[in-house]
């Protein structure tokens, strides 16, 4: 299955880093490229496994896709439950490295198949391409993000929410 990754190192504690990345909202649009719309579904108020999100792209395409692992602050995995015709599977997942108090390497991960199969050959490299450079110009914003006030207070918000039992 084709893979695209990129790799970046921001200066956050892991803990501020991971929750950048799960940012929603005003504040997720604010840097986040590719997103016109996310929420999470079935009245969920926080990410975790098994919570679904529905995202529309800003190029219109909207996806369905639910955690499938979610382990604060290291990693986070989901998978296409519902989005374009052309993907027969698709997902995603972050995993996060401390590399010091206050520096963590995050690395953003997509895997994909598309369909009809006998595409394969010609959309793999296309989409390899084509997903690669959105997965970069995403990551770059998310590193502009740990460097963004707005944003970080927003992360600092959501990783102090953990410790309030009603969020």
């Known amino acids: 299955m084709p893979r695209v990754e990129s790799t970046v190192t921001v200066e956050l504690p892991i803990e501020q880093a991971f929750w950048v990345s799960q940012t929603r909202g ?15 579904m079935d009245g969920a108020v926080r990410p975790d496994t098994g919570v679904r999100t529905k995202t529309r792209s800003r190029h219109g395409l909207a996806m369905v896709s639910e955690y499938v692992s ?20 698709f997902s995603g997942g972050w995993s996060f490295r401390r590399l010091g108090p206050e520096r963590t390497e995050a690395i953003w991960r997509y895997t994909f198949r598309v369909r009809p199969s006998l595409l394969q050959p010609i959309a793999d490299p296309i989409g390899i391409r084509l997903l690669g450079g959105d ?5 770059a914003a998310y ?20 410790d309030d039992p009603h969020p």
Not at 31 to 37: L, M, Q, T, Y
Not at 70 to 89: E, H, I, K, S
Request: aromatic share 10%.
């Open 70 to 89: 979610f382990r604060p602050p290291t990693q986070v995995g989901m998978v296409m439950v519902g989005g374009p015709w052309f993907f027969a599977n």
């Open 26 to 40: 005003e504040v997720r649009r604010r840097w986040d490229p590719f997103i016109r719309s996310q929420h999470l």
């Open 143 to 162: 590193a502009a993000a740990c460097e963004d006030p707005t944003v970080v207070e927003a992360a600092q918000a959501d990783l102090d929410d953990l």
């Open 135 to 139: 997965i970069e110009r995403r990551i």
